[in-house]
């Protein structure tokens, strides 16, 4: 039986991995920060974001064989690399905690505003506990195949709202200092990379055609970005910076601006599925890093995933008192308490890599 998962399958988990942060706290907070610039802040970010990149995929590089939990150990030896993978399995809980909060307060106020959130959670849950019931070779077939059906959702989205574009809304460019740029391009980094480090609970020895991964792995990439920057360009060329800035899900409004040969009108619900194929695939690809490092400390009764995800649920729905105060402490705090330790520790990992290698 060939265990062996597509390179293509693997490289489409980056693509939506990368999107999860954005909905309704990235999108709007670089919004409203950098106004009609925010497109320049997402080329730049995007740059910035392939040095990163290229620090995962060395990581990634690392004992081929081995997944992170053990890579970590092996360079930092037994008792270092168990706290490390502690902090990082809580990193996780944390990043899944915010994703199942985050698609019941988007579906509360896009779709089934008279729905009990427990509800919601649930149902979404279902498919993320049986999809990791699988293994990553499932996962990432399906990933691939959502992933098609959202390239044809944004190739819909751009034929409905390329002839609204007012360019005098995009303009002046470069009104803003380039340190308010810049930092609000390695805040695009940090929401758009960080998360997929869970990737790495994945041996590269696993993968087929090696060859051509990392091809493959920046070609998602890309495509992310440039789904980001039409986003972007879009948004602001539409409503304008001073009116964007107002909206909650800048990107859901955006969708309700489509009419197709002047009858076609309401699809926003249908298009706007990209962002719930987002959230699922990262509660997917969170989930399986947990349940993962579940099988790494020898733990395979199933019980102990279903109490994570019950607790994961009880607290998602308990975390924020209202959606604004939510929304605050995830767009000031998530950089500090998730994206920058994971930068930090991959950079480290990555020095202490290559000193090794030398000295072999």
């Given at each position: 039986?060939?265990?062996?998962?597509?390179?293509?399958?693997?490289?489409?988990?980056?693509?939506?991995?990368?999107?999860?942060?954005?909905?309704?706290?990235?999108?709007?907070?670089?919004?409203?920060?950098?106004?009609?610039?925010?497109?320049?802040?997402?080329?730049?970010?995007?740059?910035?974001?392939?040095?990163?990149?290229?620090?995962?995929?060395?990581?990634?590089?690392?004992?081929?064989?081995?997944?992170?939990?053990?890579?970590?150990?092996?360079?930092?030896?037994?008792?270092?690399?168990?706290?490390?993978?502690?902090?990082?399995?809580?990193?996780?809980?944390?990043?899944?905690?915010?994703?199942?909060?985050?698609?019941?307060?988007?579906?509360?106020?896009?779709?089934?505003?008279?729905?009990?959130?427990?509800?919601?959670?649930?149902?979404?849950?279902?498919?993320?506990?049986?999809?990791?019931?699988?293994?990553?070779?499932?996962?990432?077939?399906?990933?691939?195949?959502?992933?098609?059906?959202?390239?044809?959702?944004?190739?819909?989205?751009?034929?409905?709202?390329?002839?609204?574009?007012?360019?005098?809304?995009?303009?002046?460019?470069?009104?803003?200092?380039?340190?308010?740029?810049?930092?609000?391009?390695?805040?695009?980094?940090?929401?758009?990379?960080?998360?997929?480090?869970?990737?790495?609970?994945?041996?590269?020895?696993?993968?087929?055609?090696?060859?051509?991964?990392?091809?493959?792995?920046?070609?998602?990439?890309?495509?992310?970005?440039?789904?980001?920057?039409?986003?972007?360009?879009?948004?602001?060329?539409?409503?304008?910076?001073?009116?964007?800035?107002?909206?909650?899900?800048?990107?859901?409004?955006?969708l309700k601006k489509i009419n197709y040969f002047d009858?076609?009108?309401?699809?926003?619900?249908?298009?706007?599925?990209?962002?719930?194929?987002?959230?699922?695939?990262?509660?997917?690809?969170?989930?399986?890093?947990?349940?993962?490092?579940?099988?790494?400390?020898?733990?395979?009764?199933?019980?102990?995933?279903?109490?994570?995800?019950?607790?994961?649920?009880?607290?998602?729905?308990?975390?924020?008192?209202?959606?604004?105060?939510?929304?605050?402490?995830?767009?000031?705090?998530?950089?500090?308490?998730?994206?920058?330790?994971?930068?930090?520790?991959?950079?480290?990992?990555?020095?202490?890599?290559?000193?090794?290698?030398?000295?072999?």
């Amino acid at each position: 039986m060939n265990t062996k998962i597509s390179n293509k399958g693997f490289s489409s988990l980056i693509f939506f991995t990368s999107q999860a942060m954005f909905l309704g706290v990235g999108i709007t907070q670089i919004i409203n920060s950098s106004k009609q610039n925010s497109p320049l802040v997402v080329i730049l970010g995007s740059i910035l974001g392939l040095c990163v990149l290229y620090l995962f995929l060395k990581l990634f590089n690392y004992e081929k064989d081995l997944n992170i939990f053990l890579k970590l150990e092996k360079l930092y030896g037994k008792v270092i690399g168990n706290i490390l993978n502690i902090l990082l399995v809580l990193l996780v809980a944390f990043y899944f905690i915010y994703t199942l909060w985050s698609i019941q307060i988007y579906i509360q106020n896009k779709y089934l505003d008279k729905t009990p959130s427990i509800i919601i959670l649930i149902l979404f849950l279902i498919p993320i506990i049986y999809s990791i019931s699988k293994d990553i070779k499932t996962i990432s077939k399906l990933s691939l195949i959502i992933f098609i059906i959202a390239i044809f959702e944004i190739l819909l989205s751009i034929f409905g709202l390329v002839n609204l574009i007012e360019i005098d809304n995009l303009k002046p460019f470069f009104d803003t200092t380039f340190s308010n740029i810049l930092k609000n391009s390695l805040y695009f980094v940090s929401y758009f990379l960080t998360p997929t480090f869970m990737l790495l609970t994945v041996p590269k020895n696993q993968i087929e055609n090696q060859k051509s991964l990392n091809k493959h792995i920046i070609i998602f990439y890309i495509f992310g970005c440039i789904n980001f920057l039409l986003l972007f360009t879009f948004i602001i060329g539409i409503f304008g910076s001073e009116l964007a800035s107002l909206f909650y899900y800048p990107e859901f409004t955006l969708l309700k601006k489509i009419n197709y040969f002047d009858f076609i009108q309401h699809v926003e619900n249908i298009l706007s599925t990209q962002w719930l194929f987002s959230l699922f695939i990262s509660g997917v690809t969170s989930l399986y890093y947990v349940n993962k490092y579940l099988n790494y400390k020898n733990i395979n009764k199933k019980i102990f995933l279903y109490i994570f995800v019950l607790v994961a649920l009880i607290i998602s729905t308990m975390l924020f008192k209202n959606t604004t105060i939510g929304y605050n402490l995830v767009r000031n705090y998530f950089v500090f308490i998730y994206s920058i330790p994971i930068l930090i520790l991959v950079i480290i990992s990555v020095i202490i890599s290559k000193f090794k290698k030398s000295k072999n």
